[in-house]
């Protein structure tokens, strides 16, 4: 036994480090003072300041946060009331519901973006003829069709953030006691008024959760957004297009940042929910 446990150590130390140490020798040459990605040199910050100049991966950068802090707050909105929906259901139609909101997160990235493109693509012909159609029939310049860009771009985000922001705040739901919506009614509230001072409070762990979920996934896209985003320039899909030519440190700067910045929000989700388990054992204890 104790030898099994020593080389499953082992081998879960070899598999951390395979995983891990390319983003160790990453992080390390984004310091690099030269270009070289095998020697190195000295260090500096000066490929950090290069990349704060670079008015192109700043622009994609500015796009990249507009719309995933867009798409996540739409998402957590209609997610929440999507969970509450579902919650509410008979079994059969709840588990029927649940199903289908799993799709989009087990369903290959590229089929989602490739089928939101074909979607797009073949709303917009048909609304250019319909434009066409109107026009010639009233006599007046009538344009209703679109391009694939920002538009479509934070519909796509929404749409592949929700099942995320239902999953977050389900369980939360389960967890509430179903006599709080009822007491608060005969004291008086209206629905709206229990819905949002006694419910809202009490899945807020969920719901928050939902949020940061929802704007990691959105930040960290490139598939679904390669597909949907037409001429507007995302994070990830400027990363690939430098790729394209010598990888500079300015990548590796980038990519440091992104490293960081995601790893931030997974800490805080785990902090989160962490402390909501040890508030929970408390209060159960307390009951018991």
Same mark, same amino acid.
């Given at each position: 036994?104790?030898?099994?446990?020593?080389?499953?150590? =082992?081998?879960?130390?070899? /598999?951390? =480090?395979?995983? @891990?140490?390319?983003?160790?020798?990453?992080?390390?040459?984004?310091?690099?003072?030269?270009?070289?990605?095998?020697?190195?040199?000295?260090?500096?910050?000066?490929?950090?300041?290069?990349?704060?100049? #670079?008015?192109?991966?700043?622009?994609?950068?500015? /796009?990249?946060?507009?719309?995933?802090?867009?798409?996540? =707050?739409?998402?957590?909105?209609?997610?929440?009331?999507?969970?509450?929906?579902?919650?509410?259901?008979?079994?059969?139609?709840?588990?029927?519901?649940?199903?289908?909101?799993?799709?989009?997160?087990?369903?290959?990235?590229?089929?989602?973006? /490739?089928? !939101?493109?074909?979607?797009?693509?073949?709303?917009?012909?048909?609304?250019?003829?319909?434009?066409?159609?109107?026009?010639?029939?009233?006599?007046?310049?009538?344009?209703?069709?679109?391009?694939?860009?920002?538009?479509?771009?934070?519909?796509?985000?929404?749409?592949?953030?929700?099942? @995320?922001?239902?999953?977050?705040?389900?369980?939360?739901?389960?967890?509430? #006691?179903?006599?709080?919506?009822?007491?608060?009614?005969?004291?008086?509230?209206?629905?709206?008024?229990?819905?949002?001072?006694?419910?809202?409070?009490?899945?807020?762990?969920?719901?928050?959760?939902?949020?940061?979920?929802?704007?990691? !996934?959105?930040?960290?896209?490139? /598939?679904?957004? @390669?597909?949907?985003?037409?001429?507007?320039?995302?994070?990830?899909?400027?990363?690939?297009? !430098?790729?394209?030519?010598?990888?500079?440190?300015?990548?590796?700067?980038?990519?440091?940042?992104?490293?960081?910045?995601?790893?931030? !929000?997974?800490?805080?989700?785990?902090?989160?929910?962490?402390?909501?388990?040890?508030?929970?054992?408390?209060?159960?204890?307390?009951?018991?």
């Amino acid at each position: 036994m104790r030898k099994r446990s020593i080389s499953g150590r =082992v081998l879960m130390a070899l /598999v951390f =480090v395979f995983l @891990y140490a390319p983003i160790f020798v990453l992080i390390v040459f984004s310091f690099n003072s030269t270009k070289s990605r095998t020697v190195w040199t000295g260090f500096t910050f000066d490929w950090y300041l290069k990349l704060f100049q #670079d008015s192109t991966i700043m622009g994609s950068l500015y /796009v990249t946060l507009l719309v995933s802090a867009i798409a996540a =707050v739409i998402a957590t909105v209609a997610g929440t009331v999507a969970a509450v929906g579902i919650f509410n259901m008979k079994r059969r139609h709840r588990n029927t519901i649940l199903a289908l909101n799993n799709i989009p997160v087990i369903n290959a990235d590229i089929i989602t973006g /490739v089928s !939101m493109s074909l979607l797009f693509i073949s709303s917009a012909a048909i609304l250019t003829k319909v434009s066409l159609s109107l026009s010639s029939l009233l006599g007046i310049n009538i344009n209703l069709g679109f391009k694939l860009g920002f538009g479509t771009l934070l519909i796509a985000h929404i749409t592949f953030n929700v099942p @995320y922001v239902i999953l977050s705040v389900l369980p939360k739901l389960r967890q509430l #006691d179903n006599n709080l919506f009822e007491a608060a009614q005969d004291l008086g509230a209206t629905w709206i008024q229990a819905f949002f001072k006694v419910i809202i409070p009490e899945i807020r762990p969920g719901i928050v959760n939902g949020l940061i979920i929802a704007f990691t !996934m959105s930040v960290d896209d490139f /598939v679904i957004s @390669y597909f949907t985003a037409g001429h507007v320039q995302t994070l990830s899909m400027t990363i690939y297009a !430098m790729t394209k030519r010598r990888i500079t440190p300015e990548i590796n700067a980038l990519s440091t940042l992104l490293f960081i910045t995601v790893l931030f !929000m997974l800490i805080i989700i785990n902090v989160r929910q962490s402390s909501q388990e040890k508030k929970l054992k408390k209060l159960r204890s307390k009951l018991s």
